[in-house]
Nanobody, 121 residues
Framework: DVQLQASGGGLVQAGGSLRLSCATS????????IGWFRQRPGQEREGVSG????????NYADSVKGRFTISRDNSRRTMYLQMNSLRPEDTAVYYC??????????????WGQGTLVTVSS
């Protein structure tokens, strides 16, 4: 079975830090693009950050650039999101995602269950 288990969420004051983890199993983690998404209250899910499978190229939403860092440990089949200088607007449920493209128009992806991050002002 494919599993993505996100953890590390919680309540933190503005300016604080959290580190999210997503442990995976059941698929070839090395081959997958991995990323973090979030869904803020009353809003649609949005991409936060991603990292490629082969060369480790990262990308970030403008709202988190310079504050969040994504990483992956292929040996542990785990992805991370280090979140610093947290703001109340970062409050959201954070989801980990793994995706692989079989063609330019076809992909397979998996989602974790989400972990809640609450940033108090």
């Amino acid at each position: 079975d494919v599993q993505l288990q996100a953890s590390g969420g919680g309540l933190v004051q503005a300016g604080g830090s959290l580190r999210l983890s997503c442990a995976t199993s059941g698929f070839s983690f090395d081959d997958y693009i991995i990323g973090w998404f979030r869904q803020r209250p009353g809003q649609e899910r949005e991409g936060v950050s991603g990292i490629s499978s082969e060369d480790g190229i990262t990308n970030y939403a403008d709202s988190v650039k310079g504050r969040f860092t994504i990483s992956r440990d292929n040996s542990r089949r785990t992805m991370y999101l280090q979140m610093n200088s947290l703001r109340p607007e970062d409050t959201a449920v954070y989801y980990c995602n793994a995706r692989v493209y079989s063609s330019p128009y076809s992909s397979q992806e998996y989602w974790g269950q989400g972990t809640l991050v609450t940033v108090s002002s």
